[in-house]
């Protein structure tokens, strides 16, 4: 495999050899460590100095399922540390086949431009994509696909990445050419839009450069592990049918839904916008009530959810989405709300922060909470770069600033997700310490503290969440690093035999002869690694920590606060 670097100030492409120390790395355990090796922590996150990396993980392309995740690195604009941000689609697969282990884009252009990267067997160039200034990704992936062919893998940005917003997302087309996989946190669409990037083409055609070092061992170690994969109740029974969306009556029940910026745990209308309604009119319409975002993913929690006049509306509609503009804006319409997703994938913005924004514009006086129409005129400014819109399109805590709320919930300035960390206080203490800011994917406390995945940490106590976070954050590097779905999660913690197949894969593929202890003593370097840069770049433990109205505030139906001290959560990456 070979590493490619593209200087966007000389529009220069080289090609480089992997690193020895490089070779056991991929995905986030890759771009955590070029983003350390070689970018100035104290740098501007749009300068010329920052660098942003795109890498599969270690098994993309291969038989393993499920594992088609992309890790984008780079410092980020929005949290100003360390930033691993990855998707589904179909980029890491064809990067694989095409023998990329990374790209690295660094420098950027002296004047203001748009360029295409196409990436091919026969190599990569750069081509002037000033026709595609200010358009979404919806109408440039249709106008690149027309032009390159309709098997091309796009990432793009939408007009939010171009403004360079610290919310802005890099775009990755699922198998059917549509955008809806985002890197979405972190604001790493704006640095590929400081670099002059408006695309990249990635057409493998019929390459393949995927090598096994053993492909019966893989093979059988791949077939153990989907069977665990498809066994086990959550990964294998509950996504594939209802989508994360399921989690919204779960979390409702567990009095875990934040509600109106965080002041209510449960949601009255929480039915209205369950995976159950949602599965339901998605039938009614003819969508798809499940769906893979790459191919080789078994779990198909994605959907396809049509209109009322059965017409496509939008894709990969998830739950964390539908919390951020459903129950943390009180807006009970699911059209509505799909209607946002839609929006935020074509903008190019992460549904997340910028659910969690509008939101706070409903704190600021700016709309009345449960206002869906005034919601989506707001976001409407986003697409078109009006001054309210770029308030918005920067995220929950420029937007906190804008109105001069107080209450922006927010750890290093990225907005929390939707599990209130006073109910679930394992995922809140995964908020406070993750190196990525505000975060529920770098250590799923919610196994444990609500579906019983894993053993059971009650959610409302404080014994056992600061162990429990600090296994899965460095349980979550390895599976991010070998470019799994975080759902494969689930089997791994339930069926002791689901990650001794892991290890077989990599030592299957890679001749090696890695065991469990030392996979995971790689995710712990990984978050060391993180942890460095962030305190180079001034982060310290004071951001470690959640606003304070979590511990001011008790929330119901359990009216429980998030009662750790300081130096309970210091303890939790002190390794």
Not at 120 to 125: A, K, V
Not at 301 to 324: H, P, R
Not at 406 to 423: C, F, G, M, N, W
Not at 507 to 513: A, E, I, L, P, R
Request: proline residues 4%.
């Amino acid at each position: 495999m070979k590493i490619c670097r593209i200087d966007m100030s000389t529009k220069t492409i080289s090609f480089e050899e992997v690193k020895e120390e490089y070779v056991g790395l991929g995905g986030r355990g890759l771009t955590s460590r070029i983003i350390s090796d070689e970018v100035d922590a104290t740098s501007h996150p749009l300068g010329k100095n920052n660098k942003l990396v795109i890498a599969p993980g270690l098994f993309a392309g291969t038989l393993a399922p499920s594992s088609g995740r992309l890790s984008v690195g780079t410092k980020s604009p929005l949290t100003g540390g360390i930033k691993e941000s990855n998707a589904g689609g179909t980029a890491a697969q064809s990067l694989a086949k095409l023998g990329y282990k990374a790209v690295i884009i660094e420098n950027k252009p002296k004047n203001q431009e748009l360029n295409l990267i196409k990436i091919t067997p026969e190599g990569i160039t750069i081509e002037d994509a000033g026709y595609l200034k200010m358009k979404g990704n919806y109408e440039v992936g249709n106008i690149l696909r027309e032009k390159h062919g309709e098997k091309v893998t796009v990432m793009s940005l939408g007009q939010a990445g171009e403004m360079r917003l610290t919310a802005a997302s890099i775009a990755v087309t699922d198998p059917e050419g549509r955008p809806t996989r985002h890197c979405g946190r972190g604001g790493t669409g704006a640095v590929l839009g400081s670099k002059g990037i408006k695309a990249i083409v990635i057409d493998p055609g019929k390459e393949n450069k995927v090598e096994y070092h053993n492909i019966d061992n893989f093979r059988t170690a791949a077939r153990s592990f989907s069977k665990s994969v498809l066994a086990h109740p959550v990964s294998g029974q509950g996504l594939p049918a209802y989508g994360t969306a399921v989690l919204v009556n779960v979390l409702n029940e567990a009095g875990g839904l934040p509600t109106d910026n965080f002041r209510d745990g449960r949601f009255e209308f929480a039915e209205n916008i369950s995976g159950e309604t949602m599965f339901e009119t998605i039938e009614k319409r003819k969508g798809q009530t499940t769906h893979a975002c790459h191919p080789g993913c078994i779990m198909r929690c994605s959907q396809v959810y049509n209109d009322k006049k059965g017409d496509y509306l939008t894709g990969g509609f998830e739950y964390e989405t539908i919390w951020a503009f459903g129950a943390h804006c009180h807006i009970k319409d699911l059209d509505s709300i799909a209607q946002m997703d839609k929006m935020c994938d074509d903008f190019g913005v992460d549904t997340i922060d910028t659910g969690v924004a509008v939101g706070v514009a409903m704190e600021g006086g700016y709309l009345e909470f449960g206002d869906d129409k005034g919601a989506i005129k707001l976001l409407e400014e986003i697409g078109k770069g009006s001054p309210i819109g770029r308030i918005i399109g920067n995220g929950a805590a420029f937007t906190g600033q804008a109105f001069g709320t107080e209450r922006v919930p927010v750890v290093k300035r990225q907005a929390l997700p939707a599990y209130d960390p006073r109910s679930v206080k394992g995922q809140g203490v995964t908020y406070a310490t993750t190196p990525m800011g505000a975060d529920h994917t770098a250590g799923y406390a919610v196994t444990s503290n609500i579906l019983g995945v894993g053993g059971v940490v009650d959610p409302l106590k404080k014994d056992g969440q600061v162990e429990l976070s600090r296994n899965l954050q460095i349980a979550t590097a390895v599976l991010d690093s070998l470019g799994f779905c975080i759902f494969v999660a689930f089997p791994i913690l339930d069926d002791e035999t689901a990650f001794p197949e892991v290890a077989n894969m990599i030592n299957s593929k890679y001749n090696t002869n890695f065991d469990i202890n030392e996979i995971l003593a790689s995710g712990q370097e990984v978050l060391k690694l993180e942890k460095a840069f962030n305190q180079r770049a001034g982060i310290t433990k004071a951001q470690d920590r959640l606003p304070e109205f979590f511990k001011e505030e008790a929330v119901g139906p359990h009216n429980v606060t998030f009662d750790f001290t300081d130096e309970e959560l210091d303890e939790t990456l002190e390794f």
